[in-house]
């Protein structure tokens, strides 16, 4: 596989909202999704990341699908949680627990 592009996307009302995807980085000029939005599984509101990927001579050769990272794509990720975070408070309008929980000490004020 290769990395085209890292992507935050709008999960509201039970949709993904494909369309609206941010585009955090580009690796092959990747524009956006076909389809406007998408139905999701999980009804939760908010920012996702997501790597949007295609596949590469590497997937046949080792017969599996198979991502090669490098350094560089790490921190273009860890941005894009760091934005989707944000994205997602301003969404909600407050910080919230769980797996990855992000709060602003205007939630405590």
Do not use: C
């Amino acid at each position: 596989m290769r990395l085209r592009a890292v992507v935050i996307i709008l999960r509201k009302d039970g949709f993904f909202h494909t369309g609206e995807a941010i585009i955090h980085r580009s690796y092959d000029n990747f524009t956006g999704f076909p389809h406007k939005q998408v139905p999701a599984v999980r009804r939760f509101n908010g920012w996702g990341v997501a790597l949007v990927l295609r596949t590469s001579q590497v997937d046949a050769d080792f017969g599996a699908q198979t991502l090669f990272l490098e350094e560089q794509h790490l921190r273009v990720i860890e941005e894009a949680f760091h934005k989707s975070d944000e994205l997602t408070h301003d969404l909600l309008g407050h910080g919230w627990n769980g797996v990855r929980p992000f709060w602003k000490l205007e939630d405590f004020m």
